[in-house]
């Protein structure tokens, strides 16, 4: 079936590095997607969303990359810091219009060593 | 605190018996998602409200599972007889629908059954 998920599990980094985190979806009917991060304990915090309509799009030291054409999200960290340590989602609607019913990727732990 | 706040964060319970958790979402949010978590996963969309109106059930809602949002405000999720395979996070989200639609997570609720 339809399904959104990542190309590695852990990643590890040393600070101040820049990390990158993939993410490969399936449904080509998704138009929106969206990168989590949630620490320990917490529920997942919104980070950067894309469109399908774009291919980049920036934020605060973070970049959402989009290919269509091989179905592939990246999120880029700059600058990595011990509070970036969390796992990492990346979400998807899986549908044209509204962005309710996201369905999410299994994670990747990212550790962040000073 | 004005973001999605969820009641209680931990809950124990024994085989069998019922369980009742409590969002409050942001309050000028109409819309209101429940989604569980098991460790190591993703969150998985279960339900969720506009306004008062419970627009769509995923088949992971078994007869057990009862969610209301009664004034359009906040929302309880029931479990009835609770089994082992209940254990999760249980976590709630809201949203402000529209193009710009973008969902935030409360910290959930941990229940356990032993």
């Known amino acids: 079936g339809e399904s959104v998920g990542l190309h590695l599990p852990t990643l590890s980094v040393q600070e101040g590095d820049n990390s990158i985190i993939n993410c490969a979806y399936s449904?080509?009917?998704?138009?929106?997607f969206i990168w989590y991060k949630q620490e320990s304990g917490k529920g997942p915090q919104f980070i950067i969303d894309i469109r399908s309509n774009m291919d980049k799009r920036q934020g605060q030291r973070v970049t959402v990359l989009l290919n269509k054409t091989v179905k592939h999200l990246s999120l880029q960290i700059a600058a990595t810091q011990p509070g970036d340590s969390a796992v990492y989602f990346c979400a998807e609607n899986g549908r044209g219009g509204s962005n309710y019913k996201l369905t999410f990727g299994k994670g990747t732990l990212l550790t962040v060593n000073p | 605190d004005t973001g999605v706040s969820q009641n209680p964060r931990h809950k124990i319970t024994k085989r069998g018996q019922n369980v009742t958790f409590r969002c409050d979402p942001i309050?000028?949010?109409?819309?209101l998602y429940w989604y569980r978590q098991t460790l190591g996963q993703g969150p998985e969309f279960l339900t969720y409200f506009q306004n008062e109106a419970q627009l769509e059930k995923s088949r992971l809602l078994s007869d057990r599972f009862s969610a209301e949002r009664p004034k359009g405000s906040f929302s309880t999720l029931e479990i009835q007889r609770t089994e082992q395979g209940d254990s999760a996070m249980y976590l709630c989200?809201?949203?402000?629908?529209?193009?710009?639609?973008?969902?935030?997570f409360g910290s959930g609720t941990q229940l356990s059954v032993l």
């Open positions: 309050s000028e949010h109409n819309r």
């Open positions: 449904n080509s009917a998704s138009d929106y």
């Open positions: 989200a809201s949203s402000l629908y529209g193009v710009h639609e973008k969902l935030f």
